[in-house]
């Protein structure tokens, strides 16, 4: 089992589209928890962190389930912009730096 | 927010040639840095830990001895790509975490893409 699961997609979904990312980690103590959006050819940013209580940031929410080991973003009313790959991304509690990234799962906006 | 530099963003060289490439934080100190690995339309792999003043830690799977990584200050990692192959061709980012203001971060410089002809 990997440490951090993602559904790969490709999403495809209309704009306007309310649209949900799920991921599953493996390792119950981990401590922090990311969503990181990559576009194509270019280098992962910090979409949002996670925390125990779930947050929003406009359009975007993001919850946690430390019970079921299972992080979700969700993003409404898509743009075409939000047309990237978003990442999952948990830091274990091993005392280190070394975050572990899903692959990532792949959402499309069409016009 | 923090920011992390690469140099090159890329860079063409010929098989069997050595390419460097250099991260830095610009301002903030990391003892830690990060390098990765992402092939066209793969995930990032993470290839090694650069740890300042001591060796790297790589991967498994990662071999040490062609991809030198050295931390030597601690604004200051570079990867060196020895005896390049096709191969080898892919994008490099290197990262580099922050623990400003209590709350981790991982900051990403933008890449280098890597052609090996």
């Known amino acids: 089992r990997k440490e951090v699961e993602q559904d790969p997609g490709p999403f495809n979904v209309p704009e306007g589209a309310t649209v949900a990312f799920n991921c599953t980690y493996s390792n119950s103590a981990s401590q922090s928890f990311f969503w990181y959006r990559q576009d194509c050819r270019k280098e992962p940013k910090l979409l949002m962190s996670v925390y125990s209580s779930g947050n929003e940031d406009g359009r975007f929410t993001a919850q946690l389930n430390r019970a079921s080991q299972y992080i979700s973003l969700l993003i409404r009313d898509s743009k075409l912009s939000d047309s990237a790959t978003y990442l999952c991304v948990v830091l274990p509690n091993t005392g280190g730096f070394k975050t572990i990234f899903g692959a990532g799962t792949r959402l499309f906006v069409k016009a | ?117």
């Not at chain 2, 570079?78 to 096709?86: D, F, R, Y």
């Not at chain 2, 080898?88 to 990403?108: N, V």
Request: hydrophobic share 35%.
């Open chain 2, 1 to 117: 927010g923090a920011v992390v530099s690469q140099h090159p963003s890329w860079v063409i060289c010929k098989s069997g040639t050595s390419v460097k490439i250099e991260c830095r934080s610009l301002d903030f100190q990391a003892t830690t840095m990060f390098w990765y690995r992402q092939f066209p339309k793969q995930s990032l792999m993470l290839m090694a830990t650069s740890n300042e003043g001591s060796k790297a830690t790589y991967e498994q799977g990662v071999e040490k001895d062609k991809f030198l990584i050295n931390h030597a200050s601690l604004t200051l990692s570079t990867l060196t790509v020895t005896s390049a192959h096709p191969e080898d061709s892919s994008f490099y980012i290197c990262s580099a975490p922050s623990l400003a203001g209590g709350s981790y971060e991982q900051y990403f410089g933008p890449g280098t893409r890597l052609t090996v002809t």
